[in-house]
């Protein structure tokens, strides 16, 4: 990445040479003395070319652990155990200079509890140009791997593409949405790159981050947050213990998880399963206020309470947990400004 950072800046002084000899000989006097100036002045001091053009180092990847523990607790609604995973995981990564193995978590829960907005948090708090960095690679099954038919060829662009990319910058994201709808086996073609190996062929995949996001195994965590409720327990009492091990148990025994009896789950390659708690009424009311306020206009808690009354929750009668989450407050909310 250096040396292309070089080369290009190379390549323009000489191109800007032979416009300005094409000219006049005294300014290209000039021009070279100036070239030689600024070429000192780059030599001297390299890293200025490296703000002009994303690179595969620490001014543009930094992990910035304050920014994100302050999002997780102030963008992320109802969901304690996953903040609290989030960020310890992520943080005890990226403080080691010598990792293992790749961090690899695995998010599971309804739709619209948050599991693709928290990975969007944590690109954002590693990378400068957030999801938009070309070090954040984002798959989604039923756009990348669509036709069970093709299962042999996806495995082989799917590892050309994470070797290839590693291969650029050690320090890449993956992130696999719809995990279940993956289809099986898929996700074990990948799995040398998250095992325990200093390197494979050269390549080291020991930097890297997986992120897993799917809904498979979200029955086993409403049924945790319902029996909680129903013994009077708070929900902010259940913890990471309560889930991770029936809700792996759940992921690999399901044929639809995409994680159906995968060497990932079988050799303990997945860091951290993380449950994403079904939402309530009080959440809702959060998701809809910020949103509110990301549309540009100011908060009014009428309006998102008549939205939120009108959603859809169970137990049917007592109403507890919101069955679409937060997923749809962007479109709803339309409707009742």
């Known amino acids: 990445m250096r040396l292309t950072c070089r080369l290009l800046f190379a390549g323009c002084v000489l191109w800007s040479l032979s416009i300005t000899a094409a ?42 652990k304050t920014g994100l523990r302050f999002d997780l607790n102030t963008k992320l609604y109802g969901q304690h155990v996953a903040a609290q995973v989030i960020l310890k995981a992520v943080t005890g990564f990226m403080s080691n200079e010598n990792p293992k193995k790749p961090l690899v978590l695995s998010l599971h829960g309804w739709t619209g509890t948050g ?54 910058c050690p320090r890449s994201m993956f992130i696999f949405d719809e995990m279940d709808k993956m289809h099986p086996g898929l996700i074990d073609s990948i799995k040398p790159y998250l095992d325990f190996y200093d390197n494979l062929n050269g390549v080291s995949y020991r930097q890297a981050i997986f992120i897993f996001l799917s809904n498979a195994g979200g029955e086993k965590i409403v049924e945790v947050a319902l ?37 990932l789950i079988d050799k303990n390659l997945v860091d951290f399963f993380v449950p994403f708690l079904p939402l309530e009424y009080k959440h809702v009311i959060q998701c809809g206020l910020a949103e509110m306020v990301s549309k540009g206009h100011d908060p009014d808690k009428k309006v998102v309470e008549m939205m939120a009354r009108d959603l859809n929750y169970f137990p049917k009668e007592e109403r507890v947990f919101s069955m679409q989450g937060c997923k749809i407050i962007p479109a709803r909310l339309d409707f009742y400004i």
């Open 115 to 168: 599991k693709n907005y928290v990975s969007q948090l944590i690109a954002e708090n590693i990378y400068q140009k957030g999801m938009t960095s070309s070090f954040v690679h984002l798959f989604t099954a039923t756009a990348h791997f669509p036709h069970e038919a093709h299962v042999d060829k996806y495995k082989t662009q799917l590892q050309e593409w994470i070797r290839g990319n590693v291969s650029i």
């Open 23 to 64: 000219i006049e000989p005294i300014s290209t006097s000039i021009a070279v003395g100036m070239a030689a100036a600024l070429t000192g002045f780059l030599a001297r001091y390299q890293n200025v070319l490296y703000y002009f053009q994303e690179c595969c180092r620490p001014e543009w990847i930094t992990y910035n």
């Open 227 to 263: 029996n909680f409720w129903k013994d009077g327990r708070e929900r902010e009492e259940i913890q990471l213990k309560d889930l991770e091990t029936a809700l792996s148990l759940s992921v690999f025994n399901n044929k639809n998880s995409g994680f159906w009896h995968t060497s």
